[in-house]
Nanobody
Framework: QVQLVESGGGLVQTGGSLRLSCAAS??????MGWFRQAPGKEREFVAA?????????ADSVKDRFSITRDNARNPVTVYLQMNSLKVEDTAVYYC?????????????????WGQGTYVTISS
């Protein structure tokens, strides 16, 4: 059974940092991604990382967020280090596992999802 479990969300002030973790168990995971959904908005791509640690970022988080993974851990764990946080980063953050084909930026290409973790940035 595939299971993705996020942790690390919380409330921080503008300019602060948080590190999200996603523990992935149940199968071998190739490309993993982080998405977020703010209240009243569509879910959007944040970052993704391949098995070999190639990375992709949304323009809105590039230079502030960093995605990494530890394939040696059991379960495999993917991290999202978020620095210089802004109020507009407030959202539920989801970890997801992508299938073998398709665009890393599209949530429709991801077939397993975590339950989400809340991130709130206060001004």
């Amino acid at each position: 059974q595939v299971q993705l479990v996020e942790s690390g969300g919380g409330l921080v002030q503008t300019g602060g940092s948080l590190r999200l973790s996603c523990a992935a168990s149940g199968r071998t995971f190739s490309t993993m991604g982080w998405f977020r959904q703010a209240p009243g908005k569509e879910r959007e791509f944040v970052a993704a990382i391949s098995w070999s640690s190639s990375t992709w970022y949304a323009d809105s988080v590039k230079d502030r967020f960093s995605i990494t993974r530890d394939n040696a851990r059991n379960p495999v764990t993917v991290y999202l280090q978020m620095n210089s946080l802004k109020v507009e980063d407030t959202a539920v953050y989801y970890c997801a596992s992508k299938g073998l084909t398709g665009d890393v930026y599209s949530d429709s290409r991801y077939n397993y999802w975590g339950q989400g973790t809340y991130v709130t940035i206060s001004s």
